[in-house]
């Protein structure tokens, strides 16, 4: 099935355009807003064989399964249309995510969750792929409010799951129904991307697997890099004494705020080339873990975090607008498929990869510090990679 992309689909009423901009808003709920209950989950479960093992899951498993599943969700969309599969996947979120408010066996909640993800992988490639067939060379502009918008709703999202962890493990799973409103909306106002009897006819373009694969190893780098701070900085605030679930998650939701103003900065310089763009995320990022790794204080911590938060604000849109522009419009949901797993399998793989450089030099803090010298150390490199701008279009 081979898609052509017109003048209506690209000057798309701002309904799309923000219906997407909340989809993208899913898979940031799924993981922050778990992030304040870990530890009322390890009192519940923490009785359980292997539980240091399977209550992580919880949080993570999404993103094994939406890393896995996402090119297939993207092979599905455009051999049968991305709007129907886009639905089914928003409703399916829905149902998993708010599962666990009626489950009480671990093994069943790590299988919703499982599920979850499944949904997760494929709104993400699907909403990316469509934020460019509506948006065409416009969609820089939408990126970047799905930055904003996605770090507003993460600080919002932190900061309750804080206050509703202290009420029950279970209360923070509610979130998850906000979903069945997005999908009543997305029925009525997203439509399939129009194809002419031209491209109906016409031979479908090989995929462009090294185009592809260039997307897939930048965003697994940029992902694994970013998610040092996020995965890791509640544990950092509760080891300096910073008290409960909702004062750490209202932590969490001030220093978070950096994100929103980097994604204005990557608004304003969204023309720039790739290697440019990802060497200030890069610096921000590395910069901001160090100031963490050897904060002694919430304060400079906390300062730390809202460094890093600023270049977590870029460096997540740039790869997504870039993958955007390579990709082939008859094949972008297989091409957000393959960024989407590359985004999450850095999710999943940030735990292990602390663990190991933590064995390895000694703590959590060293091996932030570690990593944040390894990233600004690619991030000085970036520049070289050269090119033209992150945001220009290949059609």
């Given at each position: 099935m081979t898609f052509q992309k017109t003048a209506k689909t690209v000057t798309a009423p701002r309904t799309k355009g923000w219906t997407l901009v909340a989809s993208q808003i899913l898979p940031v709920m799924a993981i922050v807003t778990?992030?304040?209950?870990?530890?009322?989950?390890?009192?519940?479960?923490?009785?359980?064989?292997?539980?240091?093992?399977?209550?992580?899951?919880?949080?993570?498993?999404?993103?094994?399964?939406?890393?896995?599943?996402?090119?297939?969700?993207?092979?599905?969309a455009d051999r049968y249309g991305r709007r129907p599969v886009f639905l089914t996947a928003v409703a399916v979120y829905a149902v998993a995510g708010g599962a666990p408010l009626l489950l009480s066996d671990l093994a069943q909640i790590i299988v919703s969750r499982a599920i979850l993800g499944i949904a997760e992988g494929a709104i993400v490639a699907i909403s990316s792929a469509l934020i460019a067939d509506y948006f065409g060379d416009q969609r820089y502009r939408w990126v970047s409010w799905v930055g904003i918008s996605t770090s507003l709703a993460g600080t919002v999202l932190i900061?309750?799951?804080?206050?509703?962890?202290?009420?029950?493990?279970?209360?923070?799973?509610?979130?998850?129904?906000?979903?069945?409103?997005?999908?009543?909306?997305?029925?009525?106002?997203?439509?399939?991307?129009?194809?002419?009897?031209?491209?109906?006819?016409?031979?479908?373009?090989?995929?462009?697997?090294?185009?592809?694969?260039?997307?897939?190893?930048?965003?697994?780098?940029?992902?694994?890099?970013?998610?040092?701070?996020?995965?890791?900085?509640?544990?950092?605030?509760?080891?300096?004494?910073?008290?409960?679930?909702?004062?750490?998650?209202?932590?969490?939701?001030?220093?978070?705020?950096?994100?929103?103003?980097?994604?204005?900065?990557?608004?304003?310089?969204?023309?720039?080339?790739?290697?440019?763009?990802?060497?200030?995320?890069?610096?921000?990022?590395?910069?901001?873990?160090?100031?963490?790794?050897?904060?002694?204080?919430?304060?400079?911590?906390?300062?730390?975090?809202?460094?890093q938060q600023m270049g977590g604000g870029m460096v997540i849109p740039i790869p997504l607008a870039w993958g955007r522009g390579l990709l082939p419009l008859e094949q972008r949901s297989r091409g957000m498929g393959i960024w989407a797993t590359a985004f999450f399998a850095g999710t999943f793989l940030c735990p292990p990869m602390i663990a190991a450089v933590s064995a390895a030099t000694g703590g959590l803090k060293p091996a932030i510090l570690a990593l944040a010298v390894v990233t600004i150390a690619l991030s000085l490199a970036a520049p070289f990679l050269g090119g033209r701008s992150a945001s220009t279009s290949v059609h």
């Open positions: 778990l992030f304040p209950v870990i530890p009322k989950l390890f009192q519940q479960f923490g009785a359980i064989p292997n539980a240091a093992l399977l209550v992580p899951m919880i949080v993570t498993i999404p993103s094994i399964f939406a890393a896995l599943f996402a090119p297939l969700a993207g092979v599905l900061a309750a799951g804080g206050i509703l962890a202290d009420v029950s493990w279970r209360a923070p799973f509610g979130v998850y129904l906000a979903a069945f409103p997005l999908f009543l909306v997305s029925f009525f106002v997203l439509d399939e991307p129009e194809r002419s009897a031209v491209a109906l006819k016409s031979a479908p373009s090989r995929f462009p697997w090294k185009a592809a694969f260039a997307i897939g190893a930048v965003t697994l780098i940029t992902s694994l890099l970013y998610y040092v701070e996020p995965l890791n900085i509640a544990t950092i605030f509760s080891d300096l004494g910073a008290g409960s679930s909702t004062r750490i998650g209202l932590v969490q939701a001030l220093t978070s705020l950096g994100y929103i103003l980097g994604a204005f900065v990557y608004r304003k310089i969204h023309a720039r080339t790739l290697g440019q763009l990802l060497c200030l995320a890069g610096l921000l990022i590395g910069i901001g873990n160090a100031v963490i790794a050897l904060g002694r204080t919430e304060l400079v911590v906390s300062l730390g975090a809202t460094i």
